[in-house]
């Protein structure tokens, strides 16, 4: 019984182990302009969505 337990507590030591264990990068920080980059693609592909809906032959429905 005693080997079980032994056997229980190394499977959670190892287990705690490999969650603390930290990433092997540094985290990049985003510049500023790195955020605008990601604004003006956002927004254009808004636009481009706006276009393809406004240039399609269907009804213009909106379902806000």
Do not use: Q
Request: charged residues 40%; proline residues 5%.
């Amino acid at each position: 019984m005693g080997l079980g337990r032994l056997m229980v507590t190394l499977k959670s030591k190892i287990r705690s182990l490999k969650i603390l264990k930290k990433p092997d990068y540094d985290k990049v920080e985003k510049s500023e302009s790195m955020r605008m980059e990601i604004r003006s693609r956002k927004a254009r592909k808004l636009i481009e969505e706006t276009l393809k809906v406004a240039d399609s032959p269907k009804p213009k429905a909106f379902a806000f």
